[in-house]
């Protein structure tokens, strides 16, 4: 098992996907044993109940839900930065994600 577990969520789980295996190559580079993984909003729930992430991200596009995310989940809720979502960053977005864990 990983030892930090990072779940992005976006509207469809199509976006985010390509900044997983851009985050995936910036973790292996780092030496950071971490799972890493997408979802679509819609699934979102049933995600965290069976991989139970240590922070989740929120695309953009989603950035609406994470008042409702916050309210129910004890792990730390952070909308991507736009622009490092928009260039598809994965190193900068993969270090926010390690930050907020701690």
Do not use: W
């Not at 985050?23 to 580079?29: G, R």
């Not at 916050?70 to 792990?75: H, M, Q, T, V």
């Amino acid at each position: 098992m990983a030892e930090k577990t990072i779940m992005l969520c976006c509207a469809a789980g199509m976006s985010t996907s390509l900044l997983v295996s851009k985050m995936q190559k910036a973790a292996e580079s780092d030496g950071i044993d971490a799972e890493i993984f997408a979802a679509a909003a819609a699934d979102a729930d049933a995600k965290l109940e069976e991989k139970h992430p240590d922070v989740l991200m929120l695309g953009p596009q989603v950035r609406y839900l994470e008042g409702q995310f916050k309210e129910k989940l004890s792990i730390p809720v952070e909308v991507i930065n736009m622009q490092d979502y928009g260039m598809m960053n994965g190193e900068k977005v993969l270090r926010e994600a390690v930050k907020l864990i701690g």
